[in-house]
């Protein structure tokens, strides 16, 4: 028998006095471990005592679901442009400035309107079915090699591996050209946390240099041997609207980055987060089984399981826990004046967890419904993947239960330690 990890090492516990310490000096750039550790108690005390909270940056960091919802809304006073904040974090020029101001997320339209249109055509809803069986195949296959080796790791053996599988299909990236693409992603998206060490950006601009090399390549092939631009996303991208604007080059290869990036580590933190949480809370975690084996062989009652548990997990431990803005004009949020130029940070993460939207919000509930939650966004942004992303949580983690019910961690798990991106980088199990 291998040994197993108490519940409460995953998520330690804080108390009031230490969230409301570290609310009353809160500054995205010097946040202590144990605010990334459990940053729920932080957000509370944010959300209850100074929801529009201006930072010492003078920036304004935003926790209520309403405020944020407005923000959203609002695309003309808000806007998703980096430019003005990318220049002096990354350098005017660099490869990862051109990267992250060319990108879908961060831009406005009309830049934004071309390339999501072009995007969301090859991710219709018939296409999106289409991918199941090659997904369920895939999880699969996962999940025999670890049966084979009793364990291995929930991230890097299994969460990780599929969404890397899934956006590298639809791009079209041959199978042995994918061994970078996850540490491509996570040093490029590393260099999207408040605080970027010299290191980190370094290899973040050497990750964009590279992943735009290959692309070039991929590209160049593509365009000699077109693939369905019904699937292929990449086709889609080059051949652009029958009759409209084309993509630049320096769009394509940009937003070919950005598809790999979005698609890797928010879904692999939408599968990974699930099943850290289902072993923190057992008795979530019996519940759905029981449920799932009511279900028995009704596909449709086994999907309408899953998707309720896949959004829960997205509310409780959102993937992205933060997005920005800046406001064009003086505005007002939540009765806050906000001056022209005003640079905003959303916090999903204390959103999703607000009572004056979600009932009991601090309690992990699989069949909460509705689930207004804020992980994939709102309004002209929100993630054009949600779709595929909760086929993903769907099929990975109903397999994952269903093979192996008494999955045990083995050792505490390894957090990301980040507070834009919330997951884990370790997490070794045990299937006896």
Request: proline share 7%.
């Amino acid at each position: 028998m291998h040994p197993t990890i108490a519940p409460h090492t995953i998520t330690p516990a804080m108390t009031s006095e230490r969230a409301q310490a570290i609310a009353a000096s809160f500054d995205l750039r010097t946040l202590p471990a144990d605010f990334l550790a459990n940053p729920y108690p932080v957000y509370a005390a944010l959300r209850e005592t100074d929801p529009v909270r201006r930072m010492p940056d003078s920036s304004y960091f935003l926790t209520r679901y309403a405020d944020l919802v407005a923000v959203y809304r609002d695309a003309a006073t808000f806007s998703s442009d980096k430019h003005v904040e990318f220049a002096p974090k990354y350098g005017a020029g660099s490869p990862l400035f051109e990267h992250h101001t060319n990108s879908l997320v961060f831009n406005d339209p009309p830049l934004h309107t071309r390339v999501r249109k072009l995007i969301m055509g090859a991710l219709t809803r018939r296409a999106i079915a289409d991918m199941e069986p090659g997904l369920a195949q895939l999880v699969d296959s996962l999940l025999d090699r670890l049966a084979e080796q009793g364990g291995g790791d929930l991230i890097e053996d299994f969460a990780s591996a599929i969404p890397v599988d899934i956006i590298g299909n639809l791009l079209g990236v041959p199978h042995p050209d994918r061994g970078p693409l996850r540490a491509w992603s996570l040093a490029i998206l590393g260099a999207l946390e408040p605080v970027v060490s010299p290191e980190q950006q370094a290899l973040g601009n050497q990750s964009v240099t590279d992943m735009l090399d290959y692309l070039r390549t991929l590209v160049a092939a593509r365009r000699r041997q077109p693939g369905d631009p019904e699937r292929d996303v990449l086709t889609r991208l080059i051949q652009g609207e029958a009759g409209g604007e084309q993509l630049s080059e320096v769009e394509l290869l940009q937003n070919c980055i950005f598809l790999l990036n979005a698609g890797h580590e928010t879904t692999t933190n939408l599968i990974g987060n699930g099943l850290l949480v289902l072993q923190e809370y057992p008795a979530a975690q019996a519940q759905l089984r029981q449920a799932l084996q009511h279900a028995g062989r009704d596909a449709l009652a086994q999907e309408t399981v899953l998707t309720r548990a896949v959004d829960e997990f997205l509310r409780f431990e959102s993937s992205n826990q933060l997005g920005n803005r800046r406001a064009l004009c003086a505005t007002t949020v939540g009765g806050v004046d906000l001056p022209a130029g005003a640079l905003v940070t959303l916090c999903i993460g204390a959103a999703n967890r607000d009572p004056a939207l979600f009932q009991n919000p601090e309690t992990l509930d699989l069949t909460r419904e509705p689930n207004k939650h804020l992980a994939f966004g709102f309004g002209i942004h929100q993630c054009a993947g949600l779709s595929l992303a909760r086929l993903e949580g769907r099929i990975a983690l109903g397999r994952f239960l269903q093979r192996f019910p008494n999955y045990r961690l083995t050792q505490a798990p390894v957090r990301g330690g980040r507070a834009r991106f919330r997951g884990f980088l370790n997490a070794p199990f045990s299937i006896d």
